[in-house]
């Protein structure tokens, strides 16, 4: 293996993370994990073509040419499993990000309360008073992992699929379902 | 077959043994220490996994002859590669037991299929979702309780934490939730 593979996966890397960061900051997309995840499967073989047309039209002895060698056999497609196992590990934590975990913010009101610290009512009294932390039907209708109709919510097929995995995988831990 | 092509099926085959050796780990260890991190148990056994992954990344270099002999742009690639992917598969593990949309969907199962806004507010409201968080906090040994208040006991989950809330303002997420975060000077 040659180092290029390591620098030229995290490149590929950044071709997507910066598309990503461009359009999130211009609009949010509906679907935004499916769009992360076509994104960052798509952006970086796109980005590969054009740097290997680009690469080409300055010659061998151009500065992109030289610094992306020709790959041996297994190499590039060792580059990209690189860039798409970054990319999982973005995509996974991106929803923390997004909707803003409240662990993260549970972390953040004991740490604006130390050295004293905070007592679990006037956790709970913040995040009542500021509205954080509401029940997320919407997102599940948008999602359509729910449907709302004269006020009864009941799962849709998707929504009862979804639970089904997560039910399975912890009953196979030998686990009780999660508290959420 | 072209030693690449064999790192590549080891990574691969890598992510199952993590699950085979996790659930195992979680089978029996989750019955003797209850109230313990199940989140830690999964990331203790992704962590432990880089020693045998390694080593097998070692052997097939060994293999290879003399003159492919030690890379270290190999072993770095089985690292990154590895616990990126094994990163990942804690997260998915994760959601099964915090996630806030398959408790809302559990709860919906349980109660047959069908529930009011309210019922649902009810079994599963902002009390009981932070007290789950608060419980976990305390099981990872991130804060503690002393005499009914809770403190910071390790800065990394916050200093995580501060990280991802501020990307999300970075990629112009600026809800109720981070302007409320940012009006009290917190991110």
């Not at chain 2, 993590?18 to 989140?39: D, N, P, T």
């Not at chain 2, 097998?56 to 030690?70: D, I, N, Q, T, V």
């Amino acid at each position: 293996m040659q180092w290029s593979i390591l620098y030229y996966g995290f490149l590929l890397f950044a071709a997507g993370l910066a598309t990503h960061v461009i359009l999130w900051r211009i609009r949010h997309p509906k679907r935004q994990i499916m769009t992360l995840f076509v994104l960052f499967f798509f952006v970086p073989m796109l980005f590969h073509v054009l740097f290997r047309i680009v690469g080409g039209l300055y010659g061998a002895s151009g500065l992109l040419a030289k610094s992306i060698p020709p790959f041996a056999g297994g190499e590039l497609p060792a580059a990209f499993i690189l860039c798409y196992a970054l990319s999982l590990t973005y995509i996974f934590t991106y929803p923390a990000a997004q909707a803003g975990c409240p662990t993260f913010v549970v972390l953040m009101l004991i740490k604006a309360a130390m050295p004293r610290g905070a007592s679990k009512d006037e956790i709970y009294t913040y995040c009542r008073e500021k509205g954080l932390f509401g029940l997320e039907v919407q997102d599940l209708v948008d999602e359509d992992l729910i449907t709302e109709k004269n006020g009864q919510l009941a799962p849709t097929q998707k929504g009862k699929n979804l639970l089904g995995i997560f039910s399975f995988m912890r009953k196979v831990f030998g686990l009780p379902p999660g508290r959420g | 077959m072209n030693i690449v092509y064999k790192i590549i099926m080891l990574l691969a085959l890598s992510q199952v043994f993590l699950v085979f050796a996790h659930v195992a780990v979680e089978r029996i260890i989750s019955k003797k220490k209850k109230g313990s991190s199940s989140m830690i148990r999964a990331m203790k056994c992704s962590l432990f996994g880089n020693i045998p992954v390694l080593l097998a990344a070692l052997l097939l270099m060994a293999r290879e002859g003399p003159g492919m002999g030690f890379s270290a742009v190999t072993l770095i690639y089985v690292f990154l590669v590895y616990n990126a992917l094994a990163y990942s598969y804690c997260h998915v593990f994760n959601m099964g037991d915090t996630a806030r949309r398959i408790r809302i969907l559990h709860e919906l199962d349980r109660a047959g299929g069908c529930l009011e806004r309210d019922e649902l507010d009810k079994r599963y409201g902002i009390r009981n979702m932070l007290d789950a968080r608060l419980e976990r906090l305390v099981s990872m040994r991130q804060i503690t309780e002393h005499g009914g208040r809770f403190v910071i006991s390790s800065s990394l989950l916050y200093r995580a934490g501060l990280i991802v809330l501020r990307w999300g303002f970075f990629l112009n997420y600026k809800g109720p939730l981070r302007r409320s975060l940012k009006d009290a000077g917190l991110l």
